[in-house]
């Protein structure tokens, strides 16, 4: 071996392992999980944007009775694209961007344990995206809602392609969050600093890992339903089709068995973020952090025996109906621990009222208010009664809004000095949250009143004079404000990036590792591998000085390599040599792309093309795997 | 746990193995492990949705059809099973370092999921009844079909390694952990085949 570097030469050959080169060619090839996660961030915006102009558009349609600016046909496409997108394209992506960003930095590693893979997940998420909103170009987008019911969604009733749109999308991004889900297990339980037991990692982390288990089992039960859907709808196959002995309640225990886990894999991540920053705007450690992580864990395992809550008006037993009723009265208490717990924190701690802070109370005051409309839903009566109302769209936007977009908006401004190297505009921050919260409000109160007074969901029109009329124009006001809250944010963020003051590596005191790095942090994130043991290094008086003084072995700058650590304990185990760039990640991307618009317009010869493709591209990753 | 355990003078990483596979979980094998998992919760949706339709059709087979015989399925189950003892064979000698007994048994593998595949079509050509006849053929040929899949790409990666190890000569007793993996999927491709076999023919001929 050669002579031994200075820490100066060692970072630059750090540098030169881990970072990219500065031209679109290379970055397309980027593997660097903070580029990946900002990537996923940046697009996921994208996609709530766009599902938030839909929804303005379909506000702007109920703002009165008899209203025409939209036909049924266009409403119903504008529903299902908004439904569609929020929770599939922004919500679980969004948290992946964050996931992504931050878990590998919180552990105190330098990448995912899968970093081609992760790419890929990324690919086929954004190509995902594409091909769903490709069907805007011929005025065919999904027109059947989110849950896509049968048998409105068989070939027989649905001719055009929106059906296929939607549902090969969702099949496409299920290979995405599949394998983003598995890479972030294996890296959570074997690449956490040396030192760091399970039970001392951030408490994001475990967000993370609860969400990825429920992913793994929920995703390819939503896959199959899409899988016989498509094999109906383009093979003549004959699942949901009654006359051949098919059975279309079959869609919706398949849907609900994937749609309800689905909840709680949005609401998880959220609630990870949560228990991160209330913590630290509290001044203190989280109240029952081992409560914290245990209730994530049963949310997950319970969110799988509820499903039935969402099917109480298809005439199943009554047995049933019971037994899935106490469930889901079941789940809202892990919920409740967490809720008390950050609950606690607080009254113990001395509150910060920072822009990410009043983001999480407006999670904790908006979430709350959805559990007690949930518990209601739990009891079957009610549920009957309220079904396919406006009270449901009331509810499940307080429980989404309330559970993941406060805290996926406080996130951004919370992250965004770590990000970007910059310090935001608390002003802009106030004024955007409280723009959005009221607006918010404004919004879903009212709505929660209409449903009561019999208002159906998912009609583009009403008759007036049924006393919903108020409430209708309210509703469409506060969206108006909500939307004039997301813009002062836009400009925050933007201005942030462009001109904000410089933010230091830990502008808010907080307790997790990735404020122990620079901001931006480097391409290897660390320059070295610190043992850490408390659940707060940078709280921890002992971590803190090591993590700053650290002047020992930088890990092997010879080599792009990592540690891996024991499952439970975390105890230092072997070097693990991590493959490089690579431009395959977007080849398969593409060439599933390819294959899947094959199947869609049903054109063997391009799904053949797609096919073959998707092959080599597979030979050819194996190939530079094994490259000396 | 003890604070003191890499003292403070740090921890000595040059000291650490790199990358060893005896002994050891590598994280490839816990990334095949959970897209096994993954894998293995869309086949049992497969099947609940089997069982499911069968529990709420007041008729099975639906229209009255013929269930495939067990001739054919009983020989080619224990085809397919034995092959999976024959991997292990095979990476035992792998592991042992006797490189071309496991070309031969790896070789025998191959053949022998081969022939399962083909005996699967040539069942398939026989049934009376296609995909599109009702529901049952709907559920019949997805499972069996998907299966059969997952045979194929299962021997596409033990042909790969194969290859690969002939022209290469890249594995040995300490690093082979793609035919390590390869046959890990290979396992699981035939423990699904035995709920499979269980579901469709061993359940439907006793039920009948």
Do not use: C
């Amino acid at each position: 071996m050669s002579a031994p570097l200075t820490p100066a030469e060692e970072l630059a050959a750090l540098d030169q392992l881990w970072g990219t080169e500065p031209t679109v060619w290379a970055r397309l090839s980027s593997t660097d999980h903070k580029v990946i996660g900002k990537r996923y961030l940046v697009t996921a915006f994208v996609f709530f944007l766009l599902a938030g102009v839909m929804a303005l558009v379909m506000r702007t349609q109920l703002a009165e009775s008899g209203l025409r600016l939209l036909n049924p046909d266009l409403y119903d496409q504008l529903f299902s694209m908004h439904g569609t997108t929020m929770i599939f394209f922004f919500a679980t992506p969004m948290l992946a961007g964050f996931g992504n960003y931050l878990v590998p930095l919180m552990i105190g590693t330098r990448d995912m344990a899968f970093p081609r893979l992760n790419a890929v997940s990324y690919w086929i998420y954004l190509s995902a995206g594409v091909f769903l909103y490709s069907s805007i170009l011929g005025f065919a987008s999904p027109n059947n809602g989110w849950f896509n019911y049968v048998t409105l969604a068989n070939r027989q009733y649905s001719q055009g392609l929106n059906i296929d749109f939607y549902a090969l999308s969702i099949i496409l991004l299920g290979i995405s969050s599949t394998v983003g889900a598995i890479n972030f297990i294996v890296t959570i339980l074997r690449m956490r600093a040396p030192g760091m037991a399970i039970s001392n990692m951030p408490l994001f982390a475990w967000a993370v890992l609860a969400t990825s288990f429920a992913l793994v089992f929920a995703l390819p039960v939503l896959t199959t339903a899409n899988v016989l859907l498509e094999l109906d709808r383009l093979a003549g196959f004959h699942f949901f089709d009654v006359a051949a002995g098919g059975n279309p309640l079959l869609w919706q225990h398949l849907f609900w068995i994937f749609g309800h886990p689905d909840v709680y894999i949005i609401l998880l991540p959220a609630v990870g973020i949560v228990s991160t920053i209330v913590p630290v705007f509290s001044g203190r450690p989280i109240v029952g952090y081992l409560w914290v992580a245990l209730a994530m864990m049963s949310t997950a395992i319970i969110s799988f025996g509820v499903w039935v809550h969402h099917m109480f008006a298809t005439g199943l037993p009554p047995v049933s109906l019971a037994i899935f009723g106490a469930a889901s009265v079941l789940i809202t208490v892990p919920s409740g621990i967490q809720i008390f717990a950050w609950l606690a924190t607080m009254l113990v701690g001395k509150v910060r009222l920072t822009p990410p802070m009043l983001y999480m109370l407006g999670f904790l005051i908006t979430f709350v208010l959805g559990g007690f409309t949930g518990v209601m839903f739990g009891a079957v009566p009610f549920d009957q009664q309220a079904t396919d109302t406006y009270f449901v769209v009331a509810h499940f936007h307080y429980v989404l809004f309330g559970g993941s977009v406060f805290p996926i908006l406080g996130g951004l401004l919370y992250w965004l000095p770590k990000m970007s190297g910059r310090l935001s505009n608390p002003r802009l921050g106030k004024w955007s949250f409280w723009l959005i919260f009221g607006g918010f409000h404004l919004t879903f109160f009212p709505l929660h009143i209409a449903g009561l007074l019999g208002m159906p969901r998912r009609v583009y029109t009403y008759l007036g004079g049924l006393g919903w009329d108020p409430y209708n124009m309210t509703a469409t006001i506060g969206a108006f404000l909500t939307a004039a809250g997301v813009l002062v944010l836009i400009i925050d963020l933007v201005g942030t990036i462009r001109h904000g003051a410089p933010a230091g590596n830990d502008p808010w005191g907080a307790d997790t590792l990735e404020w122990a790095t620079t901001s931006p942090p480097p391409p290897y994130n660390f320059p070295a591998f610190v043992p850490v043991r408390s659940r707060h290094p940078l709280w921890d008086r002992r971590d803190r000085e090591r993590l700053e003084e650290w002047d020992g072995p930088a890990l092997a700058a010879e080599h792009h390599e990592v540690i891996i650590t024991t499952m439970v304990e975390g105890s230092p185990d072997q070097l693990v040599v991590m493959p490089g760039t690579s431009h395959l990640p977007l080849a398969l991307a593409l060439s599933l792309l390819i294959l899947f618009y094959g199947f869609l317009f049903s054109a063997e010869l391009i799904a053949a093309v797609g096919a073959v493709a998707v092959v080599a591209t597979l030979l050819g990753w194996w190939r530079q795997g094994r490259k000396p | 746990m003890s604070d003191t355990r890499f003292g403070d003078s740090g921890l000595d990483v040059h000291a650490l193995p790199v990358g060893v596979e005896e002994g050891h979980r590598p994280l490839a094998w816990w990334g095949t492990m959970m897209f096994i998992a993954t894998e293995s919760t869309f086949f049992a949706a497969l099947l609940s949705s089997y069982f499911f339709v069968r529990a709420n059709s007041a008729q099975w087979p639906v229209g009255g059809v013929e269930i495939p015989p067990l001739g054919l399925a009983i020989p080619n189950t224990v085809l397919l099973l034995s092959s999976s003892a024959v991997a292990i064979a095979a990476e035992r000698a792998l592991r042992s370092g006797a490189r071309s007994r496991f070309h031969l048994l790896s070789g025998m593998v191959l053949v022998m999921g081969a022939s399962f595949v083909s005996v699967q079509m040539y069942e398939w050509s026989q049934a009376g009844f296609t995909p599109s006849t009702n529901v049952y053929g709907s559920l019949f040929y997805t499972i069996t079909g998907f299966h059969g899949l997952h045979v194929v790409v299962g021997l596409v990666f033990i042909l790969t390694v194969s290859i690969w190890d002939l022209r290469h000569a890249s594995y040995n007793a300490e690093r082979h952990l793609p035919v390590r993996l390869s046959f890990l999927y290979w396992h699981f491709v035939d423990i699904v085949w035995i709920f499979v076999f269980g579901s469709l023919y061993v359940f439907e001929h006793l039920a009948s």
